[in-house]
């Protein structure tokens, strides 16, 4: 079954250090792959997606993915973490077949001072 | 104001009652889905739809009714409410570009079923 696996439930970080959530993922092809964050009480805002091509995708708030085919992972990455980045991260899947997102269960990110 | 909005951003109700949750985008977006948020389980997708008149099961359908007579519209309906159905709701739609269009989420509806 196509599913994805976010194997941290819980991160902790102090601000200004550097930041890797971890997303696993398992299709029988490669699938689209996005990032979603959701700061409490709101809904869910695209970081950045991955279709083809260049391995390392830029998003916004200076997040960054890497797809690794060989590990089957699309690990996201922070090099400076901020206060503000205190939120729940959602990596997803989409076959290239289908339209709806398949999610992983979520990494819930605390930044200490 | 353009975008994906919900209502009732909160709902509480009680069991047996139905209840239905409004989505309502602007973009004239294809594709309308609904999802349902629940601690330990991410989220996860309730229906969605393709277009007017056109919708299909998610992985979690079971107590749900949806319906689309209008684009922009994408009633959530609980015809008879359940404990279980406790849940915050996401609407989210994305245009028919293919599967890589990004899906734009609305600001949720917590729902209490007591």
């Known amino acids: 079954a196509q599913s994805v696996t976010q194997p941290d439930i819980h991160i902790t970080v102090s601000e200004g250090a550097s930041l890797e959530l971890r997303c696993n993922y398992s299709y029988g092809a490669t699938p689209y792959l996005f990032w979603y964050v959701q700061s409490p009480g709101q809904g869910l805002q695209l970081l950045l997606k991955y279709f083809s091509g260049d391995t390392l995708v830029q998003g916004i708030k200076g997040f960054e993915a890497e797809f690794k085919r060989s590990q089957s992972s699309f690990n996201l990455r922070k090099p400076s973490v901020h206060w503000s980045d205190a939120a729940e991260y959602f990596c997803?899947?989409?076959?290239?077949?289908?339209?709806?997102?398949?999610f992983g269960k979520g990494t819930s990110l605390l930044v200490t001072p | 104001d353009a975008g994906i909005t919900q209502s009732p951003r909160y709902k509480i109700t009680e069991t047996g009652r139905q209840v239905t949750l409004m989505c309502h985008q602007t973009w004239s977006h294809s594709y309308m889905f609904w999802y349902r948020q629940d601690l330990g389980h991410g989220l996860r997708l309730i229906y969605y739809s393709a277009a007017a008149d056109i919708t299909d099961k998610g992985e979690v359908p079971d107590g749900y009714v949806v319906s689309r007579s209008k684009t922009e519209n994408f009633p959530l309906t609980l015809e008879s409410a359940t404990r279980s159905q406790t849940s915050v709701y996401f609407c989210?739609?994305?245009?028919?570009?293919?599967?890589?269009?990004?899906?734009?989420f609305g600001p949720g509806t917590r729902l209490t079923v007591l």
């Open positions: 997803a899947a989409l076959s290239g077949t289908g339209y709806a997102l398949n």
């Open positions: 989210a739609s994305s245009g028919a570009g293919g599967p890589g269009d990004t899906q734009y």
